[in-house]
Structure formats: C-alpha cells, structure tokens
C-alpha cells in the first residue's frame, strides 16, 4: 500500500515528445507538490497545489504544466522536452493544515532521461 | 541565496565510527520547520525527523540523534556506530511560516559513506 506513488517509474524519450508523469496518494492530503532533483542531487520545488488549487508556480518553463484532476493526484506534463529535463521528478503530499509545518511524504521518483 | 547549507559534500567513515552531518540555515521567520530526509541509493526520499522553532529539545531516535541550536542557526545530525546500511546522501530543509506555498528549502545534501 503505497502511500504516494508516481508513474513511470523510468522514462526515456526524444527530444521534442511530450510526455507525462502521473501522481497519487492515499494519504488524504490535501496539498501535493512537485520537485525536480538536478543531476547533482539539488532538489528544488516546482510547483504546489492545495485542494486543487495551485500555489506554488516557480520560476518553470511553460512547457511545465501540472494538472490536478482531485487531491489525490497530480500529474506533470512535459511539452516539448529538452535535453535539459533530464532529471529525477519526485512528488510529495502533505496534510496542508499548517503553512510549511506539515511533513512531506515523497513518492519513488521518475527517472527522466532526454535523448 | 541558498536558506539551507550543508558543508559537507561527502563523508566516510568506517563501520562503527560516529558521525555528524552539518546542517545550517537562514530565516527571518520566528517560526519554522526543520527537517532532514535521506536518499538511500536506490533513489527514494525518506523523511526522519521534523522540529518546529520554538523547540530546542535534541532528539534521539535509536542511533541517530539531532541537536538543534538557534542560537548558532543549526540542526545537526549524528549517527552513532554507524553502520554499511547508513550509507546515502542526507538532506536538511527547512520550511519557513511566511512561505504560504509550504515549500521545502533543500540544502545540497550530504553524501554519506559507511564502509565495513
């Protein structure tokens, strides 16, 4: 019983597809969020949503857009891919009661790889 | 500016030694979180201790323990005797009250080798 997962759990493609990466948790919480590690291991939060509703839109291109169907999931979509989004995608939840009090449980991580 | 500094970009010790990993940060706010998770190599992200600003109380937890200091702005991480399986890269953060979108700031990690 996972409690945040992502999938794929490897992605490979070409430069220019489009592709997504799916998100669930069954954590009831009620804010989800996306982090992009650097081949370097920095992790840096992209986006966030909380009951739906985004609240964190960083400094991402475009071409980056999440979508959240219900609180449980939260999905990335990709247009356009660039050799520079190689990384690795990790979401998270948390119970989004307390402004950054919450713990964020993080999901496996998608392994992105451009060609 | 980086809110979160962890200095030291790799360690490794030998089974059985103690070891600390450096955690400092920076905040305007009076309340904020802190928090460290480790990626072990298989890649995923494992949460293992929060603490709130308004408690210094050090933690322990088995062989890990936590020693936070406001006064110095650092939230310190030792393993005691560790062991091959500690092996992974550490990450501090820290969560700030006025950053409405509960944003984790991620230090750079600290890569961690326990040989046998």
């Known amino acids: 019983d996972t409690a945040v997962s992502q999938t794929p759990k490897y992605l490979v493609t070409q430069m220019g597809n489009d592709k997504s990466i799916k998100c669930e948790q069954n954590?009831?919480?009620?804010?989800m969020y996306w982090y992009k590690q650097d081949s370097k291991k920095f992790l840096k939060i992209m986006f966030s949503?909380?009951?739906?509703?985004?609240?964190i839109n960083e400094t991402v291109p475009n071409r980056f857009s999440p979508k959240s169907p219900d609180k449980a999931h939260l999905n990335l979509h990709i247009n356009s891919l660039e050799l520079g989004d190689s990384a690795v995608y990790f979401c998270?939840?948390?119970?989004?009661?307390?402004?950054?009090?919450?713990?964020?449980?993080f999901g496996p991580g998608t392994r992105l790889t451009v060609l | 500016a980086q809110k979160v500094t962890q200095a030291q970009t790799e360690i490794s010790v030998v089974e059985k030694e103690d070891v600390t990993l450096d955690c400092v940060y920076e905040?305007?706010?009076?309340?904020?979180?802190l928090f460290w998770y480790k990626q072990p190599p298989s890649g995923e992200l494992v949460f293992l201790i929060r603490?709130?600003?308004?408690?210094?109380q050090n933690e322990i937890s088995g062989r890990y323990s936590w020693n936070f200091q406001k006064s110095t702005s650092s939230f310190n991480f030792t393993i005691t005797a560790s062991q091959v399986v500690d092996s992974a890269v550490y990450f501090c953060?820290?969560?700030?009250?006025?950053?409405?979108?509960?944003?984790?700031?991620f230090g750079k990690g600290t890569s961690l080798l326990v040989t046998p």
């Open positions: 998270a939840s948390s119970q989004g009661v307390l402004p950054g009090a919450d713990t964020q449980y």
């Open positions: 954590l009831g919480h009620d804010t």
């Open positions: 949503y909380n009951n739906k509703e985004l609240i």
């Open positions: 905040t305007r706010d009076t309340t904020y979180y």
């Open positions: 603490r709130n600003s308004f408690d210094e």
């Open positions: 953060a820290l969560s700030e009250n006025s950053n409405s979108g509960y944003a984790l700031n």
